[in-house]
């Protein structure tokens, strides 16, 4: 059976690929209480393989990460366009720590529950006012 099912060990396979490839047998692994990737290993083997299911399983709610992009934008999702620059008020000489922990702060406390404020992955296309990892310095 391909695919993933419920925490319990399950087959996954690949199309179309050589039958020298066989499928392997996964075992679902716990996650930490912030973790973002869905752990599963191999019975008998090193290592272990993850799988970060931001769409079809969104961890929003426990998600704890924060984003300083290359610069100087705090991003606080992926998924969500607002950005705060931390650059800025850095370079501002009158700027003071407690400033910056307002700033920070401030920026958590508008974190939305799910998806950066988007219903769902159309959602977040449809905006295209994200930047990419790739252009984030990510």
């Given at each position: 059976e391909d695919g993933i099912d419920g925490g319990n060990a399950a087959a996954v396979g690949i199309d179309g690929a050589d039958d020298a490839i066989s499928p392997l047998d996964l075992q679902r692994l716990s996650d930490g209480p912030n973790d973002t990737t869905k752990w599963w290993s191999v019975p008998g083997h090193l290592g272990r393989v993850g799988f970060i299911?931001?769409?079809s399983n969104h961890?929003?709610?426990?998600?704890?990460?924060?984003?300083?992009?290359?610069?100087?934008?705090?991003?606080?999702c992926l998924f969500g366009s607002k950005e705060v620059s931390l650059r800025d008020a850095m370079r501002d000489p009158s700027t003071t720590r407690g400033?910056?922990?307002?700033?920070?702060?401030?920026?958590?406390?508008?974190?939305?529950?799910?998806?950066?404020?988007?219903?769902?992955?159309?959602?977040?296309?449809?905006?295209?006012?994200?930047?990419?990892?790739?252009?984030?310095?990510?």
């Open positions: 299911t931001s769409m961890f929003c709610g426990t998600c704890n990460r924060l984003r300083i992009t290359a610069d100087g934008q705090l991003k606080v400033d910056m922990e307002l700033l920070v702060g401030a920026a958590v406390s508008r974190k939305t529950f799910a998806l950066g404020g988007h219903s769902n992955a159309e959602s977040i296309r449809k905006a295209n006012n994200n930047r990419p990892m790739t252009l984030i310095g990510g």
